[in-house]
């Protein structure tokens, strides 16, 4: 189910304080890339991903790759940043973003 207006608004003022908790660079998605995403998405939903790839449709390309990956919804792209989301019903509240900052 896509994301709302009012969901991308509030995921996007959470994700502007968070940190990239995946770096994807030069050598594309490998498997330990695509396993950290999946690992990441599990424990926070909400997630910053920098993808430092300078062709721009080649990073476009990337972004929309990880969210079909990850089975995510992407919330926004601002430039190599990406913020992706993915709803756990099993989320730790500890480690979930959006729960955390509600």
Do not use: W
């Amino acid at each position: 189910m896509p994301l709302t207006q009012e969901q991308k608004k509030q995921y996007k003022s959470i994700g502007h304080h968070l940190k990239p908790v995946l770096i994807v660079a030069d050598n594309g998605l490998t498997e330990g890339v695509l396993a950290e995403l999946e690992r990441a998405l599990g424990d926070h939903e909400l997630i910053k991903i920098k993808v430092s790839i300078l062709d721009r449709e080649a990073r476009l390309a990337a972004i929309a790759e990880l969210c079909k990956a990850g089975k995510a919804d992407l919330v926004q792209v601002i430039g190599k940043m990406a913020l992706l989301y993915r709803k756990n019903f099993s989320a730790n509240k500890q480690l979930s973003n959006v729960h955390r900052f509600k």
